[in-house]
């Protein structure tokens, strides 16, 4: 079986969980959104759906990764990478009718007490995201960026859940003013 | 049908929809652990599991406001508030074995997309919520309390979920110093 009829159920199962969360999500939508043989799924997950959730939080969370990274370091200030991150996740979320928030925290809420590999998978997103906001805050001289990087990840990750549920980037704004004011001085 | 059962359903609900979300919840699993007549949950709830999970959030989200302004209202300052606040919701989090986080959050990332009325109630408990911390900072003489509130519900919010994730309180310690010095300077 073609090695794209993997990637195309991990992208279909990405999008799904991300949106929907861990139970509302049947392995016939994901392969009838993915447009894959029904049989490949379990070819190349023989863990069913526990594994292929495990290993779409890992990619929807590595790449989002990336992309944070790559805004933090184009941006003059901290302050300023992060509210260009909160930018950036405010227009997917309108765009998509209020649809993608983090594309971690629903399965991480509606999953992780109840498999233990879905909960290790959303924690590295979580660790990795911010691991890449602490190294960012060591380069600029923060000597509490442990500390403010978990701050900077709950304050993301609330105001993303609260704008999705109120329809409205309200919250998203308030945090990026917060923020800026908080890293910048 | 005696009005206690009613209860009885309210609460099973209230506490499956907050720990595991809306679409893992079955209604044969809230009937057995309320321990109420399998015919009563239609008659109480006629609008069915959709009814069930926006009256149950309503139940939460009201029990926790009031709770919220109690503990806000005893405490010397704003920060200090706050920092008992979430002091309260660690100590539940972690006694639950980090499974009962926000009462509200689970189902409002893995239902309100899907459902008005869910979202409706989400939101309104995330708006009661946010009113009470609102009030209580210009009480305390906040100029800005309005989008101070918007933050330190989105951060408290988002250390639940980092913490639960990651079975570990050290998200609600920093956001708890974070937001004491932001509020107490």
Not at 59 to 80: I, K, N, R, Y
Request: proline content about 4%; hydrophobic content about 40%; charged content about 20%.
């Amino acid at each position: 079986m073609a090695s794209n009829s993997r990637e195309r159920i991990l992208r279909s199962a990405a999008k799904l969980f991300s949106t929907q969360g861990y139970h509302a999500t049947g392995l016939n939508q994901v392969i009838s959104e993915g447009g894959a043989p029904k049989g490949s799924l379990y070819f190349h997950f023989p863990g069913g759906k526990e594994e292929l959730a495990a290993q779409a939080i890992a990619l929807s969370g590595s790449e989002l990764d990336t992309e944070f990274a790559q805004v933090l370091h184009d941006a003059p200030t901290p302050g300023e990478g992060i509210a260009r991150v909160l930018g950036l996740l405010g227009t997917r979320l309108a765009e998509s009718g209020f649809t993608k928030g983090c594309p971690v925290a629903t399965t991480a809420l509606d999953a992780a007490s109840t498999s233990e590999p879905i909960r290790q998978a959303c924690n590295d997103a979580f660790f990795d995201w911010q691991h890449t906001l602490t190294e960012h805050l060591t380069a600029h001289g923060r000597p509490d960026a442990d500390t403010l990087s978990t701050v900077v990840l709950a304050a993301v990750e609330g105001a993303l859940l609260l704008a999705r549920t109120r329809r409205d980037l309200a919250p998203l704004t308030a945090v990026a003013a917060h923020l800026r004011t908080t890293l910048d001085g």
